[in-house]
């Protein structure tokens, strides 16, 4: 009897060890990967490394006229084949509208080798040590194989339409193998505002022909096709918001007679410029370089003119001639030729290159003498040396001295001076956003946060293009930052980093959407209106991600919290009670315990506000100024009552006891 029952109880396990090992085989057979959604801006690895945890869905929001970023990932189970991506149209919820096909794209992101990891850099700012594969680019592949175990980001690039209904649109994205096909829903939403085609940032990305016949295949006397190429350049710029190209002055041909006159050719020079003012987007040329380092390069304590090529009429022959007595002649020539194309406020000149404390002397005096020639030249340089009054109408310090020189660049700016930054990633110093390809990736993006937070006007980068011989497998020295491109035979690929620098440039322009929408208002205001500064609260949203140049959040949940802010904002100021709140000092302050705030600002007619349950006076053209207290949770609530609708808004504040 024993046996028998043991014999049973054998037969029932294995029994049902066979069911559930056919059961599991199924779920396997069912499943071979898995298709979930994580945020735009994290890089994500083909092994898995520091995966975000997956989303059920891909949720995105803008407004027209806006690029929008989004990501999903594959996951393999098993070995799978022919993977594919397709993505159904958005359409909006409550009607029959959908985008247009065209205005959603999607891309694969390859990955780069880095062998060692950025100097320069604390550990703890890199997102992984090296070596390993860095995701970086938008490949063109439309079919992949996955091995099991590996991990393949998708990226969807979404162009929402200048005419697009507000609302919220559905889609999904379907993902399909040999072994099965599985969907991921979108829901974007559309908020009834314009991202204007006016760009308020000077951006410039410094790109080379250099290797057009390397990666194009193009040589540059075949001249149709190297100017179709330079179009696609200008056109991916134009796309990415950079407002801002070069043109060499060695573009311009010179003739030198007997009598040591010379004669300028511009057409070179001028057909380079209008490549790029024909995409309509461009709102600076920038040119020059007309001095150099003396012996030692950037170490040497001299900047001395450089010498030009020039051709004899006489005998054909092409001849050298400094730059003391060719600029004299040239400089004025080019003053008036800029002038008569309509180009001369829209030019910028440089000096040289970089110019530091122990050179700064004798670039000095070069300044000084192309002023002397062409005083309508605005001067612009990327500067390692807080002494250029006098000499730079556009100062462009790198991030790092920036930080450290900042109360001396901020004095230059009040006195008329445009004031940008510039990085070098493998050369910046501190715990600074930086673009090489091992730090993460929202760090391209919150540039441009920093740009509006601290009241910059510009951005340069010295690398479109500055490729490697193999920038996917050998990308040297700089781990990506020379370039945010990629090359293919007919073209371009963009980077992960080139998106994210667009995406901030577009937040930029909402902080200054906000800070139009304020001076608009106060423009209709008396003279008491002084004390409101429109740029101020756009200032404290973005102080939420960049508290100072080298303490900022890197989280995506937080930008996206701040840019959603934004549109709240922007939208709420159309919606009565119309009403301003500002404070000194500004919002997420650090401030003593029971100090007085300084609260100004602005009501529509009939509104009464209350200051932390306490009535507030109001001027009769709606202006108000009171000494407030925080409450116990560090907060000043105010509350808008009118009959049209009521508000309730928040400042809030760090408290030192």
């Not at 008569?340 to 700064?360: Q, R």
């Not at 990633?425 to 946060?449: C, M, Y």
């Not at 600002?601 to 202006?623: F, H, M, V, Y």
Request: with cysteine.
């Amino acid at each position: 009897m024993y046996k028998r029952k043991t014999a049973i109880k054998s037969y029932l396990v294995f029994s049902m060890s066979i069911i559930l090992l056919c059961f599991f085989n199924n779920t396997v057979q069912a499943a071979p990967f898995e298709c979930f959604a994580v945020s735009d801006l994290v890089r994500i690895f083909d092994d898995g490394y520091n995966c975000p945890e997956p989303q059920e869905a891909i949720e995105i929001f803008g407004i027209r006229n806006e690029y929008l970023s989004a990501q999903c990932v594959v996951k393999a189970g098993r070995d799978i084949n022919h993977v594919a991506v397709s993505v159904s149209p958005l359409t909006r919820i409550g009607g029959a509208i959908s985008l247009p096909l065209d205005a959603v794209s999607w891309n694969f992101v390859g990955s780069i080798a880095i062998a060692e990891n950025a100097p320069k850099i604390r550990k703890a700012d890199l997102i992984r040590p090296a070596p390993a594969r860095f995701p970086d680019y938008l490949t063109e592949e439309k079919q992949i194989s996955l091995e099991k175990g590996k991990y393949r980001a998708i990226f969807l690039t979404i162009k929402i339409p200048r005419d697009a209904a507000a609302g919220r649109y559905e889609g999904t994205v379907t993902v399909e193998t040999e072994q099965g096909s599985g969907s991921l829903p979108v829901h974007l939403m559309i908020y009834p505002l314009t991202l204007p085609d006016e760009r308020h940032l000077m951006v410039t990305e410094w790109y080379s022909t250099n290797k057009f016949r390397q990666f194009h295949g193009i040589d540059s006397s075949d001249s149709e096709k190297f100017y179709d190429m330079l179009a696609v350049y200008a056109q991916n710029m134009a796309e990415h918001r950079q407002n801002v190209f070069r043109v060499s002055l060695d573009l311009i041909s010179s003739k030198l007679d007997d009598k040591g006159g010379l004669t300028f050719d511009f057409s070179r020079f001028d057909e380079w410029a209008d490549v790029f003012w024909n995409t309509g987007r461009m709102d600076l040329l920038e040119t020059g370089f007309v001095a150099r380092f003396g012996e030692g390069d950037w170490s040497s304590n001299e900047v001395l003119l450089r010498d030009f090529r020039v051709q004899e009429q006489s005998s054909g022959r092409s001849v050298t001639m400094p730059g003391e007595k060719f600029l004299p002649q040239l400089l004025p020539a080019l003053e008036n030729h800029l002038r008569e194309k309509g180009w001369l406020e829209k030019t910028v000149f440089h000096i040289a290159d970089e110019p530091s404390n122990h050179n700064v002397i004798s670039w000095r005096r070069a300044s000084q003498f192309v002023h002397r020639y062409a005083p309508s030249l605005r001067r612009m340089d990327a500067i390692e040396t807080p002494h250029c009054d006098e000499r730079l109408e556009i100062w462009v310090p790198k991030l790092d001295h920036l930080t450290t020189w900042y109360d001396v660049y901020k004095e230059a700016q009040s006195r008329g001076n445009e004031l940008w930054f510039y990085t070098v990633g493998i050369f910046q110093k501190g715990s600074h956003p930086n673009k090489t390809a091992d730090v993460a990736l929202i760090e391209s993006r919150l540039l441009h946060w920093l740009n509006y937070r601290f009241g910059l006007t510009g951005y340069l980068h010295w690398g479109f293009n500055a490729w490697t011989d193999d920038p996917f497998e050998a990308p040297g020295q700089h781990r990506g930052d020379g370039w945010h491109v990629y090359p293919k035979k007919d073209g371009l690929l963009n980077s992960l980093r080139w998106e994210q620098m667009r995406n901030g440039i577009q937040d930029y322009e909402y902080f200054r959407m906000l800070e139009d929408k304020i001076a608009e208002i106060k423009a209709g205001l008396g003279e008491n209106s002084f004390m409101i500064d429109p740029s101020q609260r756009g200032v404290e949203i973005a102080s939420q991600l960049v508290r100072t140049m080298g303490d900022f959040s890197r989280d995506p949940h937080a930008l996206y919290a701040a840019k959603k802010q934004v549109i709240d904002e922007l939208l709420d100021l159309e919606r009565p009670p119309k009403i301003i709140i500002q404070t000194n000092p500004l919002e997420h302050s650090v401030v003593a315990n029971d100090c007085a705030i300084d609260l100004h600002g602005w009501a529509e007619g009939g509104t009464k506000i209350l200051i932390n349950g306490r009535q507030l006076p109001i001027s009769q053209d709606g202006l108000f100024m009171e000494n407030v207290s925080l409450s116990r949770d560090h907060t000043i609530v105010v509350e808008a009552e009118h009959e049209k609708g009521s508000k309730r808004i928040v400042r809030s504040f760090e408290v030192l006891y």
